[in-house]
């Protein structure tokens, strides 16, 4: 008899759960992306590639933020790293996107160049996109990093494969 009082106890308190959330339940749309690219480092005189992961969450239809981590993937800086924070704009229509960010982060590691391991860098990157499927686009981008008081300030340019989905969660 316990056991039939309990069993039904655990439902009832399921079946409540699961009503409750179903009513709080909400969506935001997130983007994943992974990207290359290149820039100079050592005074510009080295070329090195980066590769990384950005996850970005939307605001809005249009205004998002995110973070992003990218580390070396050839030149003479194997240890070298960067992670940060960055905020942007997507305008797309049905078929192309246009993507400006901004990234604001640190970066360095034990293969950076002396005085570029400086900790802080500013980051920006303006990207034309084609969405090959509503929910996977493919861009190219270019843009500047900035070590502040480091050596590197170079162009970059590159390119990203992005998935868009929509995370499911409950307030």
Known sequence: MFKKVLILFILIILTNTCVATEQNIH?????????FETHKVNNNTE????????YKRYLDKNWFWG????????????????????????????????????YIGAGGGHSAP???SSGGLIRWSIALGYKVTPDL??????????????DIKSWLAGFTIGITSYEIFSK
């Open 47 to 54: 070329d090195m590639g980066v590769a990384g992961f950005i």
């Open 67 to 102: 973070g992003a981590g990218y580390a070396a993937l050839f030149g003479q800086r194997g240890g070298y790293f960067i992670g940060g924070f960055l905020t942007g704009y997507t305008l797309e229509t049905t078929d192309y996107i246009f993507e400006p960010l901004i």
């Open 114 to 116: 002396s005085g570029a």
């Open 27 to 35: 969506k935001a749309k997130i983007s994943e992306e992974f990207t």
């Open 137 to 150: 686009s493919i861009k190219l981008h270019t843009g500047y990093i900035d070590f502040i008081g480091g």
